[in-house]
């Protein structure tokens, strides 16, 4: 079992930056491929961002090229998501997730994640 604790999120006017933490705990974090998802009022979860297990390989959805960066730190068990240049369409609930995995695959949909974090608020102002 793996165990995700988010921190950050909060609120903040557009074009500002925010920084959500995930902490992972449980049998061999470091090998598990970490993504972040969110999901608007009414609407899908939809990918954000995922960090293959050493760090070498990320990927984004088109909605946060360029402004979110998804790094971890796998000596402290923990995954982050810096979002910068925030859009109101950027309002959601984010949720880290993880899998194990020790490869290079890509994952992009929520059901190929099997653990998830309790979910933090983002809301952006106009």
């Known amino acids: 079992q793996v165990q995700l604790v988010q921190s950050g999120g909060g609120l903040v006017q557009a074009g500002g930056s925010l920084r959500l933490s995930c902490a992972a705990s449980g049998r061999t974090v470091s090998r598990q491929t970490m993504g972040w998802f969110r999901q608007a009022p009414g609407k899908e979860h939809e990918f954000v961002a995922a960090i293959n297990w050493s760090g070498s390989s990320t990927y984004y959805a088109d909605s946060g090229k360029g402004r979110f960066t998804i790094s971890r730190d796998n000596a402290e068990n923990t995954v982050y998501m810096q979002m910068n240049s925030l859009k109101p369409e950027d309002t959601a609930v984010y949720y880290c997730?993880?899998?194990?995995?020790?490869?290079?695959?890509?994952?992009?949909?929520?059901?190929?994640?099997?653990?998830w974090g309790q979910g933090t608020q983002v809301t952006v102002s106009s």
């Open positions: 997730a993880a899998r194990y995995d020790f490869g290079d695959r890509r994952y992009v949909l929520p059901n190929e994640y099997p653990f």
